[in-house]
C-alpha cells in the first residue's frame, strides 16, 4: 500500500499520504485519477489502454469502467491462477500472501496488516456513514453467473438450467469465500 500511496503522490499530484485513511479519502475525492492510477499501479496486461477511467459515474447500473480497454481476463488473474492451476484457496492467507509476494509487495507489511481490525473497521464505518450521508435505501445485490455450468440469469429470471448464484445484501469476507468454494466445486460436479 506504502508503494501505492508513493506511486499516486508521484504521478497524480496527490498529497503526501502516510495511512490508509488518506488513500481512501483521495480515492473518494478524486475518483477518475485513483482509478487511472490503480489500473497502472497494478500494470493491466491490455492491448488497448482505456481512454478514461470510466464513462459516467452517475450512471449506476450502467456506468462502464475503462471504456475502450481491451484486455484478457485471464492473462491478469494471479489469483485465478493460484486457485485453479495450483488448487490453492484464495480465501486462505497464505495463498494471498503468496499472491502478495509474486506482485512484488512487501510481505511483512501486507501480513501486519491483516493481523489488524483496521481495515474492516474503517470500511463498515465508511459504510454505514455512506449510507447515511447518502439517503440510500437499498441494499447491494451481487449476481455470479457461471456460465461453464449454464447456471446464468438476472435476478428473480434464470435463462440457463440452473440459477445464478445470489447474494442480496453485503455478507462477511467468510461468507463470500464459502460461496465461491461452493461455485467452485459446482463447476468441478457439473462440467465434468
Not at 495511512?19 to 492491448?47: G, N, P, Q
Not at 445484501?169 to 467452485?184: R, V
Request: with cysteine; proline share 5%.
Amino acid at each position: 500500500m506504502t508503494r501505492f500511496m508513493r506511486f499516486v503522490e508521484q504521478n497524480y499530484n496527490a498529497p503526501p499520504m502516510s495511512t490508509y485513511h488518506e488513500l481512501h479519502r483521495w480515492s473518494v475525492t478524486e475518483y477518475s485519477s485513483f482509478w487511472m492510477a490503480f489500473w497502472k499501479f497494478i500494470d493491466v496486461k491490455a492491448s488497448i489502454q482505456p481512454v478514461a477511467a470510466y464513462d459516467d459515474v452517475t450512471k449506476f447500473p450502467g456506468c462502464k469502467f475503462y471504456p475502450g480497454a481491451l484486455m484478457n481476463f485471464a492473462e491478469n488473474m494471479l489469483i485465478n491462477k493460484k486457485h485453479f492451476e495450483e488448487q490453492k484457496s484464495a480465501s486462505y492467507r497464505d495463498t494471498l500472501l503468496e499472491a502478495i509476494e509474486e506482485v512484488g509487495l512487501n510481505v511483512e507489511d501486507a501480513n501486519a496488516f491483516l493481523n489488524t481490525n483496521e481495515l474492516e473497521d474503517y470500511v463498515w464505518e465508511w459504510y454505514g456513514r455512506t449510507i447515511y450521508e447518502k439517503n440510500i435505501h437499498s441494499i447491494p445485490l451481487f449476481v455470479f453467473n457461471v456460465p461453464i455450468i449454464d447456471a446464468v440469469g438476472l435476478p428473480f429470471r434464470s435463462s440457463g438450467k440452473r440459477k445464478p448464484y445470489l447474494v442480496k445484501g453485503s455478507g462477511s469476507s467468510d461468507y463470500f469465500a464459502a460461496l465461491f468454494e461452493q461455485i467452485y466445486m459446482d463447476v468441478q460436479r457439473f462440467s465434468m
